[in-house]
């Protein structure tokens, strides 16, 4: 059995708080049955999915009744959405009221069923549960296939390492879209917890007042969440009911680590330290508590199931401790792989329980891992992954030649010709990021080698 | 610079805006880059420019260009 399929068991306690309102683990699943009648046989889905009791009930109800939902965020830029539609043609939307155009065939509080128009089921793998996009701001089409076992398995996994119960109340400060995100709910589910659903972030006034009026006992953040708390002098807030804080998401710089894994110790709250990726569902490591100030700036060890190791260049498994390779993960949590295209979804798995992260790490001599860098070109900002080569080659859709690099939270644009101003404009409206995550600056001329490839390690004398 | 242009600067530039949206329309998210990444931003433009360190409930309160303006008072910035 499977968490989503035994919600019953938990009855009259708690599953979902809201401001307004509170469902009960039976009521969740009496609005979970109402819109399971909608839609009879395994198809795809697009579900927009924002904090909210709609997207859980929606989320739940895919899960069950074993339809396959693309999770997706309602801000995604709408030529993206687009796109995306285009490519996997869904057979249903469940979607804000108004979000697309299509009759309602069934609604739910501020939610509608949307029939689509498609009226072929994409052929999907009998594993098959779920979709998630790996960088849910370039819009690509690339999607993660994960599978029914891989959800559970990574589930447990957390619940285990982080000891959750049925009393612990996470309130959400993440996008249900976002793998952290989801398995924050996904692990809570399994332990009958009840979860504060908001969309409100950190920087308003509303996010703090629920946090304490509903008494929540924890949540997690990427590393710009702490740059967040620690301007907000979280460590000085008086939040008696908060108990554990999660950070995955991209490294958290030493000094964070260590400024939030003492502060959090005199405050008598569990900080846990992660790492994962869209790719092993969610988690592959944490930082054990006992161990949150000496091993600051350390990934941890591999979550209960999983498996780390570090490869060289030529594929051979580094034993000795101190020398840097690229960090390889096994467990039951590895995705089936990707899709690009609707046949993709028929594809059984592809990686074989292992996931080569693509991240570079070191291991010390107790058996914690640190990344130190990165294999593929791309970057964490504001704990959303950005494939710089994207990057550029959206920008040449648009006419602009420019080298893309950077480091995480900052991405640097290298132009040759044009309008930063504008390249900003196209930026901030194709990914949804914040306009100070990037820095734009003019240059002479792109430096390339021979075969016209660019030479990023040139561009650092234009900063 | 008085401290007014210093306190719209701070705005102007955080949020890439005209002199002309500077009024009590501009509240959290009514316009793009005012979210909660370019709240940060400008808590820490405003920190910089008078050299001062916000309260907590002022930074989470601070939601719009009219309210921030009572904020300052608070701290001695005579707008």
Known sequence: MTFYDKLEQFGEKKALITEQECLSYAQLQIAVNDLRAQINDRCLVFCL??????????????????????????VINRELFASLLHTYEPNYIWAPKGFCPGQARYVYKDYALIKTEYGQKAELHPELALLLTTSGSTGSPK?????????????????????????????????MSYTYGLSIINSHLLKGAAIILTNDSLMEKSFWSLLKEKQATTFGGVPYTYEMLKRLRFLRMYLPSLKVLTQAGGRLGKELHLEFAQ?????????????????ATARMSYVPQEYSISKAGSIGISIPGGKFWLENDNGSVINEPDITGELVYHGNNV?????????????????????????????DEDGFYYIVGRKKRFLKVYGNRVNLDELESLLQKSGFEAACAGEDDHVRIYLDHGEPDEVLKIMTGLTGLNRSAFEISKIESIPRNESGKILYSELGQWK | MTNLEKYNTAFMETFDI???????????????????????QLIAALEDAFDIMFDTDDIVDFSSYDKGKEFMTKYEVEL
């Open chain 1, 49 to 74: 999915c924002s904090n909210n009791v709609e997207s859980v009930t929606g989320y739940i109800a895919f899960l069950q009744m074993r339809v396959v939902p693309v999770m997706i965020n309602p």
């Open chain 1, 143 to 175: 999607l993660v296939r994960q599978t029914y076992r891989n959800i559970n398995h990574n589930a447990e996994s957390i619940a285990q390492y982080l000891t959750i119960s049925g009393d612990d109340r996470p309130i959400t400060t993440l996008p």
């Open chain 1, 335 to 363: 995705t089936m792989g990707y899709s690009t295209c609707q046949e993709d979804l028929a594809k059984g798995d592809e990686l074989g329980g292992i996931l080569r992260t693509g991240d570079m790490a070191r291991r």
């Open chain 2, 18 to 40: 005209t002199e002309e949206q500077l009024n009590s329309d501009l509240v959290y998210q009514s316009v793009e880059a005012w979210d909660s990444v370019g709240h940060m």
């Open chain 1, 263 to 279: 502060g959090c110790a005199e405050k008598g709250i569990r900080f846990i330290v992660m790492y994962g990726q869209t790719e």
